[in-house]
């Protein structure tokens, strides 16, 4: 969406490499979830920041508020990890979340 | 984790008819979302809903549509009469506080609308 600039819209990695995707926000962003969608088109709850880092597992996020962006790290990219990514801000006090445009993610053996 | 479910998870139906997408949120969460996702591009805000009323909802949420969750039980979308432009998937969401930067939302499986 035009609040949330997601980036790459497409990358392609080889298992074992690392690389990170990026959302940057347009607007004051309370908090960010990071979610992927898998190809039964199920999202797959990642992180939510409203803050800071978190890492789980080979995954690793972090939300900067004042610079309004949020990156997502992955670490040693396994086949299992292929999907559309997507970030999603909070910018309203109501909950509402606006999402990026998604980043196509294929693991190659 | 927390899980929402989506009754039915496909609908065919045709134009003009109404439409009624069933959710069952996380037992003890309180604030309610829909989202619209057409052929796996950008998923959108339609509305979200607390204490029994709409609190925000985006321009995409035509007239024709209506949210309620009676007594507790599903939280409903419906669509009448439905038009062609409303074939998508629809992703319920619940989050057990909203907004304030506090809550994860959780999303359901979707439900694969599509209108002939």
């Known amino acids: 969406g035009d609040q949330v600039e997601q980036s790459p819209s497409a990358l392609s990695l080889h298992e074992g490499t690392s690389s990170a995707l990026r959302c940057n926000f347009t607007t004051t962003t309370r908090s960010v979830q990071w979610f992927r969608q898998n190809s039964r088109g199920s999202l797959i709850n990642l992180f939510y920041?409203?803050?800071g880092t978190k890492e789980n597992g080979r995954l690793k996020s972090a939300f900067d508020s004042k610079e309004l962006y949020s990156t997502l790290h992955i670490r040693d990219a396994q086949l299992e990890d292929s999907g559309t990514y997507f970030c999603?801000?909070?910018?309203?006090?109501?909950?509402?979340?606006?999402f990026g445009d998604g980043t196509v993610l294929t693991v190659k053996p | 984790g927390p899980k929402v479910l989506q009754i039915p998870s496909h609908q065919i139906i045709d134009m003009g008819q109404m439409v009624t997408l069933n959710c069952d949120p996380v037992?003890?969460?309180?604030?309610f979302y829909w989202y619209k996702q057409i052929l796996g591009q950008q998923m959108e805000f339609l509305v979200n809903f607390y204490n029994g009323k709409v609190m925000e909802k985006s321009k995409l949420f035509k007239d024709q549509f209506s949210v309620e969750r009676p007594d507790g039980s599903y939280f409903t979308l419906k669509i009448q009469p439905t038009a062609l432009e409303d074939s998508a998937v629809y992703f319920c969401?619940?989050?057990?506080?909203?907004?304030?930067?506090?809550?994860?939302?959780?999303f359901g499986p979707g439900t694969r609308l599509l209108v002939l």
């Open positions: 999603a801000a909070e910018a309203t006090n109501t909950g509402k979340l606006t």
């Open positions: 920041l409203a803050s």
């Open positions: 969401a619940s989050s057990p506080t909203g907004g304030a930067g506090q809550d994860t939302q959780y």
């Open positions: 037992s003890n969460h309180l604030y």
